[in-house]
Every structure is written in C-alpha cells, then in structure tokens.
C-alpha cells in the first residue's frame, strides 16, 4: 500500500525544493548517474572489489503495472499529476552488484535507531547524512534526484542486505502537501506493507514484484535494486552512457567500477570497463556535452598513463600549517623537472598536508596531481577528483596547453574535501554550510589544495624563447584608429559619427593596494542618480566578470570594509554594489582584496526604474 500521513494542527505544510540543489548539472540523466554510482562505491562490500552497476530501460504492461500505483492515484491527482493513459510504461531500473546493499535498523515498535542505520537514512532522512571519508555524499539529499526523474516523482528500492542477509522492499513518493476532501496530507509517502510503515518482506511478494519488472538479484547476492517508474522522455541509454563517462572515467579506468547500459526498446547493451571505455569513447558524439572541445581519446589515455605511472615526484613543504608551492620545494630535481614538463612528458607529484579537525588531533595526509604540457591543444583539459567522483564545476588552468589531474583518496583529505562540496559535489567552495567550523585552518588548506595544479603548472612552464609582440595586446592596449584631422594634424582617436555625442562621465576610479575609489569629475554637478560597481579579479584570458565565482570573493563579506561620503549603498551581492548619488561630490571606497591579484572594476549608470 501506499500510505501518506495526514497533517494535524501544528504540523507545517512545506513542499519538497531540495532537488533544486542540482539544477547545476545539465539534464536528469547526470544527476540520476553521479548519485547512483557515488552510493554505489560508497557501499563496497570488500575494499578490492569493483562495483558493478546496471542502468536497464525496459517497458510493462500497464494493466499490470497499476496494482503498483492504485492507492497512489489520488494523491497524484490532489497534486494535479496527470498520467497518460498508454498501454505500456516506461521503466528505469538501477541495479548494483557488490555493495552492502541498505544495512541497518530500521523503524522497529514504533522506535526510530539510535544508531547509524543506512537503510533507516534512505528512507527516511533528508538533508541530513552520517557519510565522512571516503564516502561521497554529504548532505542526504541526492535521492531527491530518483523522484525528480519520474513523472510521478515516485519509486521502489529492494534491497538485499549484507548484515543479514534480509530482502526488503519499499517505495517512496516526493510529491507536495495536498488536500483530499478535507484532510490535508504530508508531501512524503510510502509504499510500505502495513500501517506501522514496515518495508515488504513476505518472499511472495518479493517474488513477484522482481518478476514483473525483470529483476536479476538472486538470493544472496547483496546490493540494491532502483526501480523509477514513467521517467521523463529525455532519459536515454545514450546520455546516461555519456554521464557515466563524464562524471566516472577515472573509476572506471582505475578497475574500481564496471557499468552496464541495457535498452530494451531498441535492443543494446554496453559494457563500460578499463578495458573497453576509450574505444567506446570514441564512438560517442560529445559535440552537446562539455566534452565538446576537448580531444578525448589524448586525456583518457593521459589518465590512464596516470594511473598506471610508477614514477612519482615528492613534494617537500617545509611548513604544512601554512602551505605554499614554490621552487624550493621540487628541491635540486626543478630544473629536470622543467626541462621534462615543456618536453611533454607525463610527470606525477605527490603533495603532503597535514589537516585537523576541531578539538581533534593533526592528521597527515596527501594528494597527487598529474600533468602533461601538449601544444597541440588550445585550453587546458583539467579534473579534480575525491573518491571516484569527479568535481566538475573546478577550471582554474585557463588558455594553457596542459592536462591536469588531482587526485585525492586518502582517508584523511577526502573528508576534509568533502565537507567543502555543494550538494551536487561539483564544486570545493569555502563558504558551504558548516565547513570553517568543522576544520582549523579550512580555508587556508582548502585554497592550497585547490590551487595545487594551478600553482605547481606555473612553476614548471617555461615562458615562450621568441618575442611574442602581441601576446599582451588583450591585456593592455586599447585599439585606436588614426585619422586626418580637419586642420590637417594627424589624430589619435576617431570622431563619433555625426548625430552621436561621446557619453558624459562624471565619476573616474582609481585602485589602491587593496581596493579601489570611486570619485566624481572635478566641476561635475549631478546627484540623484545610480551606479553599478561590478568587480572581478583580472585573468591571463577571457572575461574576468564572467569568470568570476563566489569563492573568488564575496563583496558582503566581514573583511571588505566601505568608506562612502555622499552616496549610499543600495544592494550588495556578490561581486556586484549598487550605489545611489545623493550629493554633487562624493567618494565610495572598498578595500579588502587579494593584495597579490589585480582587480577589474567596470561602473555603469542605472535607471531608478530599472530591475537591478
């Protein structure tokens, strides 16, 4: 049955918005894939064993199919969810092989587990996980993303556990707060086999219930089994094979993940493994994906160098409590390693840290980093990876023709990084929710290990043997025609068309060391009138406001301190004031930036009118 709890008085009514937290990722197969497999490796059974995981598309019979979904109908329609009268459904099922499956206590008379309980936090945490470590997830909120992908914001899990060798199954739908006559329910239900919100597990329905939908879990084969009912058209064996390789190419190439895709509407099946994933790689059109310009065959095969390589460079850091690369930590071996870099050839680095958590004792840990210098390509091909998964919102290398990789495993380093990640885990941001407080020193070391490959390629490339006259011409010059004056003198600068008058400025910026003012013109009277300040660090190429990201600054941050004289702040937010002119004179000044970047500042005047 599917049973939803009705709200009494002094319940709130909240509608579910969690699954918003991965809008980043650019369709539901990339969410359902890096959520999927991420639990996946996360419940390996042995520490040497490789996960399999299956993505299948199949169809059913509808008639059948409804036994599944007849309680479930009026809570669909209370929440205006319509489906489509069609005699076969569509069905995504998940399926992996050599994990736990979900362990744990769950519910028992009525009493929730005192203790960590996997099977008990699937069900029924949400925004809240115990995962530390090697574990990717952090934030209990990545199973939103199997409700998102169907229509009906519904599905089934069956488990097999490996603690006792229980098999379980139960249903969950994320829908919203709704009425049904006069009662008013929860926006959660379950699929449970009783009152008491019990998990099936009479070997009957069991039975039948993997029999309809073509499961293959024999007994004691331990791990967990996904079943997405009517998920929306977009999901297909081509893009989730596409995600897989996207978000999971290093754990497949380093043996620690093997993934099936079967289609049954048009009759394929793949197998992505070490030994087959660059050939099927090169099958794939990437041409509507981020991998559009990058040359895949050179960056799997450079990964898969890396993993294999033997030969490893140590990084010496004298202070771990304040870490920085320099030339003295590659020691007498720079000059080799430089020579080697800027001839192309593959070099692996292992880099120290020493971490601490609150009120804990320092931990030492390390990362690698990969690189490989190849002039034939335009802009780098970087990845950041922690446990198998890759951090794939992190560019930092720019217009440089470098492969990069970072890799982060130990223990150690993989918590501390995974504390710092967005709910989607494609970024390392210092300001989520809960990390400085977490960690001594967070920002500093999380700055370190973000930098590393960045900082460690600027040591070792060489600067260009010929002159390159135009290689600053984006930077520093400002294109000017020459012309004829009327007088005859040759000018400097050409007129605007006639009917066109030059913009007045009435203000002028100058940067200080670490900030900037803004002043009016000298003998300019205008008040009453707003400005938009935009500020980014400036970058080698490209456009540094477009660039910009949070975790380079936030404006609203405790350490930028204004100073203003004749203006007033209107909005701060991010990289962005809006300030309002109130007298003929004044002076807005921030500081509080980086002292070793350079800042862009760009200022323009807005309507009162307009939507900031």
């Not at 709200?7 to 709130?12: A, F, L, S, V, Y």
């Not at 020579?339 to 009120?359: D, Q, R, S």
Request: a neutral charge; hydrophobic letters at 35%.
């Amino acid at each position: 049955m599917w049973k939803f709890k009705q709200i009494e008085i002094g319940d709130p009514e909240r509608d579910p918005h969690e699954a918003e937290f991965f809008n980043r990722l650019s369709d539901y197969n990339e969410a359902i894939v890096r959520e999927v497999i991420q639990n996946s490796l996360d419940a390996k059974l042995e520490p040497n064993e490789i996960v399999k995981v299956v993505f299948k598309i199949s169809n059913v019979e509808r008639s059948k199919f409804e036994k599944y979904l007849a309680d479930l109908h009026p809570h669909l329609s209370a929440c205006d969810i319509e489906i489509e009268e069609n005699e076969i459904a569509k069905i995504l099922i998940i399926e992996d092989l050599g994990t736990t499956g979900l362990d744990g206590k769950n519910i028992e008379n009525g009493i929730r587990p005192s203790s960590r309980s996997n099977f008990y936090d699937f069900w029924w945490c949400e925004g809240k996980s115990y995962k530390t470590g090697k574990e990717g997830g952090r934030w209990g909120l990545g199973k939103t993303t199997f409700h998102k992908a169907s229509k009906i914001g519904s599905f089934w899990g069956l488990t097999i556990r490996s603690d006792d060798e229980k098999e379980l199954l139960m249903g969950k739908a994320l829908l919203k707060t709704h009425r049904i006559e006069n009662k008013v329910y929860n926006y959660a239900g379950y699929f449970v086999s009783d009152d008491m919100y019990n998990p099936i597990n009479k070997i009957d329905k069991l039975e039948e219930f993997k029999s309809f939908f073509g499961l293959k879990r024999k007994d004691g084969e331990y791990g967990l089994s996904l079943i997405i009912p009517l998920p929306f058209e977009d999901i297909n064996s081509d893009s989730i094979i596409k995600s897989t390789i996207i978000h999971y190419f290093y754990a497949i190439l380093n043996e620690l993940l093997i993934v099936e895709v079967i289609d049954k509407e048009s009759n394929t099946k793949y197998r992505l493994d070490s030994d087959n994933l660059i050939n099927i790689s090169l099958k794939m059109d990437w041409a509507d994906t981020i991998w559009k310009d990058y040359n895949v065959k050179e960056f799997l095969s450079f990964t898969n160098s890396s993993i294999k390589t033997k030969t490893i460079n140590n990084i010496n850091i004298d202070d771990l409590y304040n870490p920085k690369l320099s030339e003295d930590c590659l020691g007498d071996n720079l000059s080799n390693l430089k020579n080697n870099f800027n001839t192309g050839e593959l070099l692996a680095f292992t880099i120290p840290i020493v971490l601490k958590k609150k009120n804990q004792r320092k931990e030492h840990s390390y990362f690698n980093i990969y690189i490989q210098k190849d002039r034939n390509i335009e802009r780098s091909e970087e990845f950041y990876v922690r446990s198998g998964i890759i951090i794939s919102d992190i560019k930092l290398l720019g217009n440089r023709s470098v492969r990069g990789l970072l890799v982060a495993e130990d223990k150690t380093i993989t918590n501390f990084l995974g504390d710092s990640e967005t709910p989607a885990h494609t970024e390392w941001n210092e300001r989520t929710e809960g990390f400085r407080q977490k960690h001594d020193y967070a920002v500093r070391f999380l700055r370190f290990i973000r930098n590393s490959m960045k900082d460690l390629v600027s040591l070792l490339d060489f600067a260009p043997k010929n002159v390159q006259e135009d290689f600053l011409k984006n930077v520093f010059s400002i294109q000017r025609e020459r012309m004829m004056q009327k007088d005859g003198r040759e000018g400097s600068g050409k007129q605007p068309p006639e009917g066109i008058e030059r913009k007045k400025i009435y203000y002028y910026v100058n940067k200080s060391k670490t900030g900037f003012m803004l002043k009016n013109k000298t003998g300019v009277n205008k008040k009453d009138y707003q400005i938009k300040i935009v500020v980014a660090y400036d970058v080698p190429s490209g456009n540094p406001f477009k660039q910009y990201h949070p975790f380079d600054f936030n404006l609203s941050a405790k350490e930028f301190k204004i100073k203003k004289k004749g203006c007033k702040v209107l909005l701060i937010e991010n990289n962005i004031y809006i300030i309002e002119i109130k007298k003929n004179q004044f002076e807005f000044s921030v500081n509080g930036f980086d002292p070793n970047r350079d800042i862009i500042v760009k200022i323009e005047e807005v309507k009162n009118d307009s939507t900031i």
